[in-house]
């Protein structure tokens, strides 16, 4: 298979009456039907105007619209541009300049912020879903009203597939590049593991965003080549999510670090979980405390991977270790390849952390639009991630390359900090960050959560912690008691916004 749409046709020859998607509202279709749907909307671009190569933007939640058009798009040999659906108008007038995207598709909650940053783009036009479409504009119902036509095969696995939007934290988000031959190849690989993540009997959980690279691709296009049933949910809510899977006896949650949390507190959380045979946790670590306490309370499996967009995403998975250790992230997927290198880019072999390079069929292309920061000539790719590399071929991550905080000519790598101070029995959050600092060049600052404390007695806690496991140029020079730490959709905390506000502490904007 060498198209990502041919995923669909596939399903739908095989199980054509089984249930393919299904809305948490109850809304749903066979995969004969969303085999019909996504060539409808191909068919429907075409006479749009929209030929292979150009590029066309969602802006939508987790519905059977956001699944058809995307994959509408790709069997159309187009480029799908999925982008979060709470983007502002500045971001999304950025992202279709950037992309060039010739179609927007818009629904009620996005239609009015697409729609203004559209106008500032003369060439873009809209597709309103589920909306009464405004002078100009397509309807989804126009657009795929047509029926399906015969599409001609992808000439070239090569080529683009999906341009996805991934966060900087230093200047406008940059759209990673992602070939069909690279989605396609995760998407196997992932697929190799044993025991399996996801069979044709499963009934798979999206709350993940589709918009971001773990819902898109390891969970949408996982589910879609076993022929799984996906439950789709718009947003994660710590009852409504449980309703959910206990209402479409969902056998297995994808989920973000970020929801372990609220769903400590529920009790019953076995009984309500009883359907489901295991949880995947991926897009950020997962605190081995949290992990522990969840599948004592469950008896569920948990287990997490290490992945980035620029890989399709999935790198490593703890189903694939051979004696899984709490605290890795696993072990490399079958035919990607994972090493460790200095800054000078020599290839490591202790126990020292160094840089991850990685190197598959899986990679992305590059940067869009010129394809710049791709992998080299000989295929590996730095990810600016740290890691460590344990004699069984485990992964464990250590930090951010670019988060490394170097005080008084001494690395200290966030995480570390973070791990100690989430030991204090008062601190529920926390996050690490480096300042600048005159003396030592940089200083350690942490921003904790610890609900129910005074922020003085937290800081106590917290510093008497750090001063008997951590040195002394590791432990915070100063700690922010704050009530909540700014995430994003998929439970990353926010640092970029930490030091945002330290910026404005320094230059005397804040308080």
Not at 5 to 22: C, F, K, M, S, Y
Not at 175 to 196: G, K, S
Not at 199 to 213: C, E, G, K, T, Y
């Amino acid at each position: 298979m060498e198209d990502l749409a041919e995923l669909v046709a596939h399903a739908a020859a095989g199980t054509p009456e089984g249930v393919a998607l299904v809305e948490a509202g109850g809304r749903s279709l066979t995969w004969a039907q969303v085999d019909d749907e996504v060539g409808r909307v191909a068919t429907g671009l075409g006479a749009a105007g929209v030929v292979a190569g150009h590029r066309v933007l969602l802006a939508l939640g987790n519905r059977i619209e956001f699944v058809t058009t995307y994959f509408g798009v790709l069997r159309a040999q187009a480029v799908a541009v999925p982008v979060n659906p709470r983007s502002t108008v500045d971001e999304l007038h950025q992202m279709i300049t950037d992309s060039g995207a010739l179609l927007a598709f818009a629904d009620a909650e996005t239609i009015g912020s697409v729609r203004k940053a559209v106008a500032l783009v003369e060439r873009s036009q809209v597709v309103a879903v589920d909306v009464t479409p405004a002078m100009g504009e397509r309807s989804y119902a126009d657009l795929r009203s047509a029926a399906a036509k015969p599409v001609p095969p992808l000439p070239d696995p090569e080529k683009l597939a999906v341009l996805l939007y991934t966060g900087g934290t230093s200047g406008p988000p940059r759209a990673t590049m992602l070939t069909h031959r690279a989605l396609l190849a995760n998407i196997d690989q992932v697929a190799r593991v044993e025991p399996p993540l996801m069979r044709d009997d499963d009934v798979v959980l999206a709350v993940l965003p589709l918009f971001h690279v773990y819902g898109l691709n390891a969970v949408l296009g996982g589910a879609v080549r076993q022929g799984a049933t996906v439950v789709l949910q718009e947003q994660f809510d710590p009852q409504d999510t449980l309703d959910v899977i206990a209402r479409w006896a969902c056998t297995v949650v994808p989920l973000a670090p970020a929801v372990f949390a609220p769903w400590s507190a529920i009790d019953g959380l076995r009984e309500r979980l009883s359907t489901v045979r295991l949880v995947l946790c991926g897009s950020a670590p997962l605190a081995r405390e949290v992990m522990e306490e969840f599948t004592g309370r469950t008896d569920i499996p948990v287990h997490q991977g290490y992945g980035l967009t620029e890989a399709a995403p999935v790198v490593t998975s703890t189903l694939r270790s051979r004696q899984h250790q709490l605290g890795s992230v696993g072990a490399p997927l079958d035919g990607v390849e994972v090493r460790l290198v200095d800054e000078h880019g020599a290839v490591l072999d202790g126990e020292d952390p160094g840089e991850i390079e990685i190197r598959g069929v899986n990679l992305f292309r590059g940067y869009w639009p010129d394809g710049s920061g791709g992998p080299d000539s000989d295929g590996w790719w730095r990810t600016g991630d740290v890691g460590i590399l344990d004699d069984t071929g485990d992964l464990f991550l250590v930090d951010r390359l670019e988060e490394v905080v170097i005080v008084s000519g001494f690395p200290v790598y966030p995480r570390e900090v973070e791990d100690v101070i989430r030991d204090t029995d008062v601190v529920t959050e926390t996050a690490v960050i480096g300042v600048d600092d005159e003396e030592t060049g940089a200083a350690v600052v942490a921003y904790v959560v610890a609900p129910g404390v005074g922020a003085a007695a937290a800081e106590v806690a917290v510093r008497e912690r750090c001063a008997g496991r951590l040195a002394r140029f590791k432990q915070p020079t100063r700690i922010e008691v704050v009530e909540t730490l700014p995430l994003s959709v998929t439970g990353k905390v926010q640092k970029g916004r930490l030091r945002g506000l330290e910026r404005r502490r320094a230059l005397e904007l804040l308080q």
